[in-house]
């Protein structure tokens, strides 16, 4: 069947597609502002729409099932018109409408497959083009929604810390590069076209720089929140990463920018990482600051002793930790003398078999102000090394890390490390300390 001669031609088509979207957006942000308010809404509704934009721009790059007319607004093969249509449509305006996710999810299926055949001339369809409508199916819109209603409703911590974890390394390790490095004439096959040393090194130092963001990350979803600023964590989180600095995702995030740039060669890489430090400086961080200062009253005394570019040598305590270790396993006995060599800050060593509950490995736990959670095992080992001086404390944040942590554990308990019988002894009593180190209330050891 051939269809009609198109009534609008691709300038008005894609014009449309935003317009709509920006309508139909904005009369469900009105909605939503009359029944409830926009509070919690517009943060989870922006994120929808980034992750959905970024995923369209992504599929854009690598499908061959459609191509787009040319255009002065296109970017990555499709004008921003459309690209940031879909996106408000499928990330924006299920958040502030509301409603099942799974009727979402086939409305948009129902929409896209029936108006895509008509958007002519502004694409030209090839064969198989619904398996591209199944692929933005797939990544765009169906996680746009889940992120959404998970960040709207504060559920699924994993799912929105993964989530975003994904969109905030696309967005600034992937797409920013990727533009930059074009408009230098320069591309990823540059990044990685050195001598076998520099490569070492330049892998070396993204690692270094990495393995802090991935466990800041880490220690927020343990407090209940993600590194979404409007989906923060239950308590203040001083621990871990945050022991040392203030903002270790932003510091690491610069910092591969910077390494990105280097790799490249691309000047204009380098100059997005400095304005990603000057956003942090001049705005970002006031609005942190007066943010978390307002939220927990703890944060302006944190902030006293904790910077935000310059990590401490030894970290930031308000109450000590508690290690508890065997004293009648000698190899964990010996663990414990060896911290304790390390000269670690803010944490007591205790006798494992005097603990309140019985215990069968190495258990680490966090004083009340700090949430009160525990760590066995490797991971307590981990912790421990995060009490002393930074390189050890990389090394704690890098044990501890979700898979790496699992792995290590099976590891040493093929060895012989396994669980133990740590039940109280004769002439033991509960809690008996065998050996501490001072708690740092401030300024660096």
């Known amino acids: 069947m051939t269809l009609p001669e198109p009534l609008l031609d691709a300038d008005v088509q894609r014009n449309l597609v935003l317009g709509v979207a920006l309508l139909a957006v904005g009369a469900a942000a009105v909605v939503r502002h009359l029944r409830t308010g926009l509070a919690g809404y517009v943060p989870a509704a922006s994120l929808a729409t980034l992750w959905a934009w970024l995923a369209v721009v992504a599929v854009e790059e690598v499908q061959t099932w459609w191509e787009f007319a040319d255009a002065p607004t296109s970017f990555a093969g499709m004008p921003l018109e459309v690209s940031w249509g879909w996106a408000l449509l ?13 009727l979402w999810l086939a409305g948009i299926a129902w929409v896209d497959a029936a108006t895509m055949p008509l958007l002519t001339p502004l694409v030209r369809l090839e064969d198989g083009w619904l398996y591209g409508e199944v692929l933005l199916l797939v990544t765009a819109a169906a996680p746009a929604l889940l992120l959404g209603y998970a960040t709207t409703a504060r ?23 990727t533009v930059t490095m074009r408009l230098d004439g320069v591309g990823w096959a540059d990044v990685v076209d050195h001598s076998y040393p520099v490569r070492s090194l330049l892998l070396t130092v993204t ?3 990495g393995v802090p963001v991935l466990a800041a990350v880490a220690e927020l979803a343990a407090a209940g929140g993600t590194p979404y600023p409007w989906d923060p964590p239950e308590r203040l989180v001083t621990t871990g990463p945050y022991a040392y600095l203030a903002n270790p995702m932003q510091l690491g995030m610069s910092g591969l920018l910077l390494v990105l740039s280097l790799a490249a060669g691309s000047p204009r890489l380098g100059l997005a990482a400095a304005f990603a430090v000057l956003f942090s400086v001049v705005l970002a961080e006031r609005h942190e600051h007066a943010t978390l200062t307002a939220r927990w009253p703890g944060y302006a005394d944190y902030r006293r002793h904790v910077r935000n570019w310059w990590p401490r040598w030894r970290p930031y305590a308000t109450a000590p930790a508690t290690l508890w270790v065997s004293e009648t396993c000698t190899l964990c006995d010996a663990t414990g003398v060896a911290l304790d060599g390390l000269g670690h800050t803010g944490l007591e060593r205790r006798a494992a078999e005097g603990a309140p509950v019985p215990l069968t490995r190495m258990r680490w736990q966090a004083p009340e102000a700090a949430g009160a959670g525990t760590d066995d095992g490797v991971a307590a080992f981990a912790r421990a090394l995060e009490h002393t001086t ?3 404390a990389w090394l704690g944040w890098c044990v501890r890390l979700p898979g790496v942590r699992q792995v290590l554990q099976l590891v040493a308990d093929a060895c012989g490390l396994g669980p133990r019988d740590l039940r109280p002894y004769a002439g033991t009593t509960t809690g008996s300390t065998m050996s501490s180190s001072p708690t740092s209330s401030g300024g660096t050891r």
Do not use: H, K, N
Request: charged fraction near 5%; proline fraction near 7%.
């Open 390 to 392: 930074v390189p050890w």
């Open 90 to 102: 499928w990330g924006a305006l299920p958040v502030l409408a509301g409603g099942s996710r799974w």
């Open 207 to 209: 690692v270094l720089l």
């Open 155 to 177: 559920r699924f911590l994993i799912a929105r810390v993964l989530l975003q974890m994904t969109l905030f390394t696309g967005l600034f390790t992937w797409l920013v590069p």
